[in-house]
């Protein structure tokens, strides 16, 4: 439009007027439409492109639209441009594509209320091997320019993205990016990224840290405060106290200086337990459960052996498929604990979820052997459509049945192991007293005198009945 270019030059004549823009990437037009439509006007033009120094070739066809428009519409050629230079290309720098949000400090936010929860913060840096963590995308070249003059325009060399990869993170060129070498918790330091797999927490896990989710092992250098959530895939170990907090890990836990627990909370965990002491604990747990000091009113529940040796058990329950060992057991005043041996609590839940799945199983079973039966009624008139829902219904019908046995076959493998822990026993190294049950498989035991130690509880195969003996 008139008068929106910036002009430094003009190219006077009497009848017609040139103007090169500021950028010197255009030479415009001006003049009225009876010199635009003279003879000899487009050698005229070029005449005085030539003397000015101009370099690109003048538009021919361009011009000879102009010139046939102002004709037609009588109306004058104003700052219509007939020479163009090329414009520069500018270069696109390599730039970084985040596929996750790594690095954030702040806290979730609820949408709802606007309360924000300081335990929960907004950054998720804890990755799994092999995921994807960055796409590096290369940068593109430009292309330089030429102005009207035929002057080169260059333009300037882009830059690439700035990521090296540390130890723990690989470049894959199939996915484009920097992928996790293995599991773990994702740190940028300058323009390197890498992949902690043991995550060092200097203090407590708190307000600052906020809740743990990490892939990998975690050191905590302090104490686990109270109503934080700690989610491990790998070892735990705790330099300070773990207080009323939610934990699982996948490997072991160590409690340096103890569990102080809340019933309402839960210890998860996958490998062993090693704490100074285990106080108000609902602990599960697949393998070793170690206590030096004491285990005090906690319910602890485990695939494996508890061993509270140098210490004593007061109070809960503790139910240990393979064995307990404890210095003490109980106390004077006659505080209920309960010791249960030979029975993994894991089996028992696998076993009655299975027998549930089997029921529901074999019920489906039974309809479709009814609806099979209905449609082998009318064998003469069956038709096409017939045939087909009976072929579906044995296909169905035979898939259901490799599922029962399937689960049929589990829960023998269960029963087996179940008895095998049968021949667990307690060990009371010290002294045990009134008010504590001992129970070994379906057999039970309470203890009515104190009894001095060593005393062993097993489990007679004869009668069936716990035995103790000295």
């Known amino acids: 439009m008139p008068g929106t270019v910036q002009r430094t030059e003009e190219i006077v004549r009497e009848d017609f007027i040139l103007r090169v823009t500021e950028d010197k990437m255009q030479v415009l037009l001006s003049c009225e439409p009876e010199v635009a439509a003279s003879e000899g006007f487009a050698g005229k033009l070029q005449e005085k492109l030539d003397q000015a120094g101009i370099k690109v070739e003048m538009d021919g066809k361009r011009l000879k639209k102009i010139i046939d428009l102002a004709v037609k519409e009588k109306r004058a050629v104003i700052d219509v441009p007939i020479v163009k230079g090329k414009p520069p290309v500018q270069p696109e720098d390599g730039r970084l594509e985040w596929t996750g949000d790594y690095f954030s400090e702040g806290y979730y936010v609820d949408p709802d209320t606007g309360i924000i929860d300081y335990k929960e913060k907004v950054g998720a840096p804890a990755v799994e091997e092999g995921q994807l963590l960055v796409k590096v995308f290369p940068p593109v070249p430009g292309e330089d320019g030429i102005d009207i003059y035929g002057k080169r325009i260059s333009v300037p060399k882009p830059k690439p993205a700035k990521i090296r990869p540390g130890p723990n993170a690989i470049k894959d060129d199939e996915q484009g990016g920097l992928v996790a070498k293995c599991p773990g918790r994702v740190k940028l330091n300058g323009d390197v990224l890498d992949v902690e797999n043991v995550y060092n927490i200097s203090g407590d896990v708190g307000n600052e840290t906020g809740n743990i989710k990490h892939n990998g092992q975690v050191i905590i250098q302090g104490d686990i405060e109270a109503n934080f959530k700690v989610d491990v895939q790998g070892d735990v170990e705790v330099r300070g106290i773990i207080y009323a907090c939610d934990l699982k890990c996948t490997g072991n836990l160590t409690a340096h200086e103890g569990i102080n627990q809340d019933p309402e909370k839960k210890v998860i965990v996958k490998g062993d337990i090693v704490a100074k002491y285990i106080n108000n604990a609902s602990i599960e747990c697949e393998s070793l459960v170690v206590a030096k000091n004491e285990i005090f009113q906690s319910n602890i529940k485990t695939s494996g052996e508890v061993n509270c040796s140098d210490g004593r058990i007061l109070g809960g329950e503790v139910v240990a498929a393979r064995g307990i060992v404890a210095g003490e057991v109980g106390s ?7 010791l249960t041996v030979g029975v993994d609590y894991r089996k028992l839940e696998k076993a009655k979820e299975n027998k549930e799945t089997i029921s529901a199983i074999k019920d489906a079973m039974k309809k479709l052997e009814t609806g099979k039966k209905q449609l082998l009624q009318n064998v003469i008139q069956m038709t096409a459509k017939h045939k087909e829902v009976l072929t579906e219904i044995d296909y ?16 023998k493998e269960i029963a ?20 504590v049950v001992l129970r070994i498989s379906n057999a039970k035991y309470t203890v009515n005198t104190a009894l001095a130690g060593p005393l062993e509880a097993s489990l007679e195969k004869s009668s069936g009945k716990v035995v103790l003996t000295s």
Request: net charge positive; aromatic share 4%.
């Open 416 to 435: 087996s192991v179940l008895k095998s822990c049968r021949d667990a026993k307690i060990k009371i190294l010290k002294m045990v007293y009134p008010g």
């Open 396 to 411: 169905k019908f035979n898939e259901l049945q490799g599922q029962l046995t399937e689960l049929e076959e589990e829960n």
């Open 332 to 338: 004077k005043s006659n505080a209920a604990t309960s």
